[in-house]
Every structure is written in C-alpha cells, then in structure tokens.
C-alpha cells in the first residue's frame, strides 16, 4: 500500500534496508572471503558471524523498541528489515548442522582434516544462497520506501494511522503523491 510521506521519512525508511545491506556486503561478501583467503582458520568463519549477528540484533531491538514519536512508515521499514534477517539466520542455522554434522563424522577419522575442509566449503553454500536472496529483498525493500509504499501484510498486521493519507496509484511509479495531485 502507498502513503503519502514526505523525503525526509522516505530516507530514514531507506536507513534500515541499506543497513542490512551493508552487513551483507561487508560480513559476508568482503570478510569472510578475505578472511579464508588469509587462512586464519574457523576464525574466518566465525568474525564475520560475530559481527553480522550483532547488525542483526540491531535491527531487531530498533524495530522492536521505535516509540510512537517515530513515524509509522519508517516503524514498519525497519520491521521490513528485520523480519527478513530471519532468512540469514536459516541459512546460518542450515550452515551450522552441516560443520556440526561434519564434525562428528570427521572426529575418529585420520583423514578428517581434509574432509572437514571440503565439506566446511559446502556449508558455506546455504549462507550465500540466502545472502543473495536478501540482497534482492533488500534492494525491493529500499525501492518501497522511496515509492512510498509498505506491504499488505505489514499494513494488514500494524494498522497506519488513521491520519496518515494513502495514495491508491500505482501506475504513477516513481512520482510523489503530490506531483500525482493527491494529498
């Protein structure tokens, strides 16, 4: 659903998405290749982690803990942002059993050592297919807010305000509200 919000709520809307983003890029496109390069060990997997973890839990306690002084619209964006860190998660939880799995398999073996660096280089793979999949998510989620718009459900779960004008226009993309002659 669109709203008619001014530029300066869109931009701290965006705040949240580009946020997530940069954990993205940073952590987990940057650091962890750089760090396995480097090979300083699980370490490399384990620093970027850290760190992600703890953009994550940003993004959840500012979501949950906006007061009513924030506007409803970047109230919701950073609710947006922070439901979907729950996909990285699966994908680090995915990740998790499977250096868990190998671990156990590989603790009697004489040869563990190279089967545990194999299959540690597939455990990575769940975390990158959902790293990719947020990107995506979060790039839609930075062209929602600067389009003035939040999702259904998000609308359907936390009702607007009842002062907070709706704009029901969305062949006029990309253009404000008010250049569409409403509000």
């Excluded at 922070?82 to 398999?105: D, K, P, Q």
């Excluded at 009702?159 to 509000?183: C, F, H, I, N, Y």
Aim: with cysteine; charged share 15%; net charge neutral.
């Amino acid at each position: 659903m669109l709203f008619d919000v001014d530029e300066a709520t869109r931009k701290r809307a965006k705040a949240p998405h580009e946020i997530f983003m940069l954990n993205l890029a940073g952590f987990h496109l940057m650091m962890a290749p750089a760090a396995i390069v480097m090979d300083v060990g699980y370490l490399g997997f384990l620093i970027p982690l850290a760190l992600s973890l703890c953009i994550i839990a940003l993004l959840w306690i500012r979501a949950t803990t906006m007061t009513e002084d924030v506007s409803w619209f970047v109230r919701m964006h950073w609710r947006l942002a922070a439901n979907r860190t729950r996909i990285l998660l699966v994908g680090y939880l995915i990740s998790g059993t499977i250096i868990g799995l190998a671990l156990l398999a590989t603790s009697g073996s004489d040869k563990g050592g190279i089967m545990m660096v194999a299959l540690s280089r597939v455990a990575i793979v769940p975390v990158l297919l959902t790293v990719m999949a947020c990107f995506v998510l979060e790039s839609s989620g930075i062209y929602q807010a600067q389009r003035f718009e939040v999702p259904d459900g998000l609308v359907k779960r936390f009702p607007p305000p009842d002062d907070l004008p709706r704009w029901e226009a969305p062949e006029a993309v990309g253009s404000s509200p008010k250049d569409a002659g409403v509000g």
